[in-house]
């Protein structure tokens, strides 16, 4: 179900005094690394001390800062003051329950978007908040916490692909594209996932099943609402005036927004498929139970001639007939016997079992 053809919280800033600050992060582990590159050089490091980008800030040379880990706030701000980054951006960083959205401050684009993974045995999907601050040869990407699904790309600069060709525009449109190419990943197992529960209904629904279902469209919701402001946001940076974006990457933007497009609409199928299996678990609940007040009724209607023929006989009068009949016991059993037989045929016939 899921092809690729080439792969919620709202936040708003204040402005003014008022501007609240983010919540504090607990501390955890920060990397940062620096690639620096044009079309003839290629540096890569890992850097111990923020004050070591500082000197890639006037270079003529594109160059990526990716900083895995926003627990340390004295370095994000300390990077932003080097790289002239507005405080409210800053703070927009730091706040990680953010719709995606792209804001044009001239200078630089600041984007955030969300990057999803599945984790705990492909069964949680881990989602993460990615910021985005280029100018004309600068990049700086944010990510929450160690670990992103950027590896292809830093392959391709290291490989001197095409990507060394171009500026900082295109590097960006690569990140872009390499979080949206890891959701069709999720979408693939999400539709693992649906396949296996729509089996298990078929064959044996229990109420796991209907929590299952209710988890996966909890999880469609989840990511639609991820996936569904990022389209916006692409289509903004598609038709952005700013000087910072060529024509040439249009091209690739508008690629990544069709996308998009088709994340969402898949999405859209599996909730409408787990809609469907909802109704498909009340439905069979309805029919078992139907069956089984169908079989109570039918033993029920047999036992009624047998209660009262034997309520019948079971009645204190002295004188009755064939009770002191020698063979009378065995012809009541046979009697019950031919009753039950003819009400099974009659049953039978009917397709009532």
Partial sequence: MVHRHHRFFRHTVTHGAGAQAPPARPPGPVTITVIDYDATHFQEKKVDLISECFPFRDTETVTWINVDGISD?????????????H?????????????????????????????????????????EHVSIVFGKNFLISFLEDPGDVFDPV????????????FGTDYLAYTLIDS???NYFFVLEKLEERVEDLETELVSQPTQASLRQ???????????????WPLREMINNLE?????????????????VYDHTIQVIDTLEVFRDILS????IYLSGQSYRMNEIMKMLTIIATIFIPLTFVVGLYGMNFHYMPELE??????????????????????FRKKAWI
């Fill in 154 to 165: 830093r392959e391709r600069i290291r490989k001197d692909g095409r990507i060394r060709r």
């Fill in 325 to 346: 009949w020698e063979y009378g016991y065995f012809a009541v059993l046979l009697v019950m016997t031919i009753m039950v037989g003819g009400m099974l045929v009659y």
């Fill in 276 to 279: 469907g299996m909802i109704d």
């Fill in 73 to 85: 706030q004295k370095l994000i701000t300390d990077l932003g003051g080097c790289f002239t980054i």
């Fill in 213 to 227: 279902i209710n988890r996966l469209k909890k999880d469609t919701i989840f990511l639609r609402k991820s996936v």
């Fill in 87 to 127: 405080p409210l951006i800053l703070e927009a960083i730091l706040n990680t329950g953010q719709r995606p959205k792209m804001e044009d401050l001239e200078q630089y684009l600041y984007l955030n978007l969300k990057m999803l993974t599945y984790e705990g045995g492909d069964s949680e999907i881990k989602v």
């Fill in 239 to 255: 038709r952005s005036e700013s000087a910072l974006i060529h024509d040439s990457t249009k091209i690739y933007l508008r690629d």
């Fill in 179 to 181: 979080i949206v190419d």
